[in-house]
């Protein structure tokens, strides 16, 4: 039996806190249970009552007289830790906890929050919750749940599962999906996530063969590991997760001493990790929405050619300016295509891809030459899906145009799109038409552009995704007090994992010796550990020309480092080769709190945090990873070859990218921040080189 079976499918329900008052939380699971259809036992739980909804009521959980695998607790916070120890003791193998007062209430809720997870794991309970609405299995209608999630309308069965973290809201996103023609199979409002997670309903979900795709709502996570595995599986068995991730924009950056750490939030990296692990992110209702009714058709594009046609000119372009923003491409059709569309595309409209057809192009009398152009281009080896732009089409002439298009949608693989933009009263006859075929209708061709380019990327990325390792997870310390390697050190450190670095040398401050046999010119460095931003006090020098001007140079780090950081601990002075004619990156490792060691990749030098160019990806990772991570940055294109200048050697830069992934996994118990800035990213063939570092270690 599956591991979280007994609480979607529970033989029996108890409600502990069950209300006279069927409209009050400890009521409304009690009337949805008896009225809605549940097959199984109900035992509301009150010494008050003698009978509820018209059935037993019992005194106490230990009273109850039949099997049962699931306690609703309708209790205060200090409550309802008694109640859990009363169904271990019952041998209730599931609770879920409505009331709140747990962490969210601060450190008395905390410490609440903790007994209770104590309780439940002493008897064997598993916990849904606290501070939550419930979970609800639609085609069963066990509805261990309240509120919005017990109310009408009552959401129909179906092939979608969803965890949200906000009841509330993930309901609204429930209703929204539902209207746009979603039936549902679970339901789960996860809260607080003592004990059940969000990933570990995705990996529920993703084991149930009725459910076809997962919608979750997060606003954090303990675990995002675990999210990710929950993606490379759900890429294996072809079920697509689409999660729309709350509180974006709330980064926190935190102080730290690399300039990587001070640059990542944690959106950054939930956004990376998504797209590592092949999830689809939302962040609109009607985008969630379109989404799902595209997904549920079971249809995949086998790439990101589209064919449009339709009657509308200006739809067709609107369309198209999205594709261009997105990836789609619009291509010329096959020459056989063309010549055979000819015959069957009115005089005055055009042939070419975009498809233009004339006004009245599903007309009772011509509509036939539609469905002839539909079966061509659908046939084309050079075309992926069919967007078609019906726009204000209505009536018998929609009918007749979703006539054509059902009837084609059942023979041909490829996904089928249309836009229209009346009211749905105006072509019903069309709608009922689409509906059972599968077809989606979105009201704008930007939507459809849009979900057809999301739907194409995650093709895309699910076989990549598919084919990598489980992705393991990683134990964290908070308590873990750290120490910051000087430069010396930090490049060391990565000399001996294989990591090109420049040669250095040190002068010896006392003597002010300083070598004849540099090749200049050169960069002079202060080394010390108490300064990890060392061009912020002047305790950089560049172009250094000769050996004169390097004492100079010396002289002057000195006199800058004492002036701005008495306290500091000089340990000398650096001299390394003064790198021309190469672009500067900024490679940095950071041990987030949610994801674990995390490589960051981006525009480097003294401007690094301004640009703010950077990609993320969750460590470790391999070479394509590395290369999507250089491809994601706005200024990509200055690797490429421009007015005469070389192209930059992007394979030792994924090469290296790769390797610094792997050594932050290697070193993650010991590794707490790695700074690379600048990596010199010399012309194609010439390889990269590190110019200075900065490693944080963990005690």
């Known amino acids: 039996m599956p591991a979280l079976d007994g609480l979607f499918h529970p033989r029996g329900v108890a409600i502990v806190g069950a209300s006279g008052d069927l409209s009050r939380g400890g009521g409304q699971p009690l009337k949805a249970l008896l009225d809605l259809g549940y097959a199984g036992a109900v035992y509301p739980v009150n010494p008050k009552y003698p ?9 106490s959980l230990e009273a109850i007289d039949g099997l049962c695998d699931l306690a609703v607790i309708a209790l205060p916070a200090a409550a309802a830790i008694n109640a859990v120890r009363e169904c271990g003791a019952k041998h209730i193998g599931f609770a879920v906890i409505y009331g709140g007062g747990f962490r969210e209430a601060g450190e008395e809720g905390k410490t609440r929050e903790r007994a209770l997870l104590d309780v439940a794991r002493a008897g064997g309970v598993r ?9 609800v299995n639609i085609p069963d209608r066990v509805y261990a749940a309240f509120g919005s999630m017990t109310r009408t309308p009552v959401l129909p069965a179906g092939n979608v599962s969803m965890v949200y973290q906000s009841g509330g809201f993930g309901q609204s996103l429930a209703l929204r999906c539902a209207a746009a023609g979603a039936g549902f199979r679970y339901l789960a409002a996860s809260g607080n996530e003592v004990d059940i997670s969000t990933p570990e309903l995705i990996d529920h979900y993703l084991d149930d063969p009725q459910t076809k795709i997962v919608v979750s709502y997060i606003e954090g996570l303990t675990d995002g590991r675990a999210l990710m595995e929950a993606g490379r599986k759900a890429a294996t068995v072809g079920k697509p997760i689409l999660l729309w991730k709350g509180g974006r924009r709330q980064q926190g950056l935190r102080a730290a001493a690399s300039h990587t750490a001070s640059m990542t939030g944690s959106y950054d990296i939930y956004q990376a990790a998504l797209r590592q692990s092949g999830i689809i992110e939302i962040s609109d209702i009607d985008e969630l929405a379109d989404l799902v009714q595209l997904l549920s058709t079971g249809k995949f594009p086998a790439g990101r050619r589209v064919a449009v046609m339709g009657g509308s000119g200006g739809s067709a372009i609107v369309f198209a300016d999205t594709c261009d923003e997105q990836g789609l491409v619009i291509p010329e059709l096959g020459s056989a295509t063309l010549d055979t569309l000819r015959e069957f595309v009115p005089g005055i409209g055009s042939a070419s891809n975009p498809i233009d057809f004339a006004a009245g192009f599903l007309a009772d009398k011509v509509a036939h030459n539609f469905a002839s152009a539909v079966e061509i281009i659908l046939a ?34 490829k996904p089928i799109l249309v836009f229209s933009s009346v009211p749905a009263e105006t072509m019903d006859e069309a709608l009922q038409i689409f509906a059972p075929a599968k077809i989606p209708v979105l009201p704008s061709p930007t939507r459809v552009a849009h979900a057809a380019a999301v739907t194409a990327a995650y093709v895309e990325t699910r076989a990549m995704v598919a084919a990598r390792g489980p992705v393991a997870s990683v134990h964290r310390s908070s308590n873990a007090t750290s120490h910051v390697l000087n430069e010396v050190a930090s490049t060391g450190l990565l000399a001996e994992n294989s990591i090109p670095v420049l040669h250095q040398t040190m002068i ?62 000089i ?104 700074d690379i800035n600048p990596l010199f990213v ?17 005690n």
């Open 51 to 59: 009978t509820l909804g018209g059935v037993r009521c019992f005194p």
């Open 127 to 135: 916990l849904i919750g606290p501070n939550c609405l419930g979970v």
């Open 380 to 413: 084309d080896e050079g075309i992926d899906q069919l967007c078609v732009m019906l726009a204000t089409v209505q009536g018998a002439q929609a009918a007749n145009g979703a006539r054509v298009l059902a009837s084609a949608a059942g023979r041909s693989p």
């Open 508 to 569: 010896d401050i006392k003597s002010l010796d300083v070598p004849c046999d540099f090749k200049f010119p050169v960069v002079a460095k202060v080394v010390s550990g108490d300064l990890p931003h060392k061009s912020d006090i002047g305790g950089v020098q560049l172009s250094i020309r000769n050996a004169s001007e390097l004492q100079d140079a010396v002289r002057t780090i000195l006199t800058n480092v004492k002036t701005a950081a008495p306290g500091a601990h």
């Open 571 to 674: 340990e000398g002075i650096i001299v390394s080769e003064m790198v021309r004619d190469a672009l500067e990156i900024i490679v940095g490792v950071i041990n987030d709190d949610v994801f674990g060691p995390t490589v960051l990749l981006g525009f480097g030098g003294t401007l690094a945090e301004v640009l703010r160019d950077r990609s993320y990806r969750v460590a470790p990772f391999d070479d394509a990873t590395a290369r999507s991570m250089i491809a994601e940055l706005r200024g990509a294109a200055l690797f490429s070859a421009i007015r005469g200048r070389a192209a930059r050697d992007v394979n030792a830069l994924a090469e290296t990218v790769t390797r610094i992934s792997e050594i932050a996994w290697e070193l993650r118990g010991e590794l707490l921040e790695l």
């Open 682 to 698: 010399r012309a194609a063939g010439k390889g990269v080189v590190v110019g200075d570092a900065l490693a944080v270690m963990i």
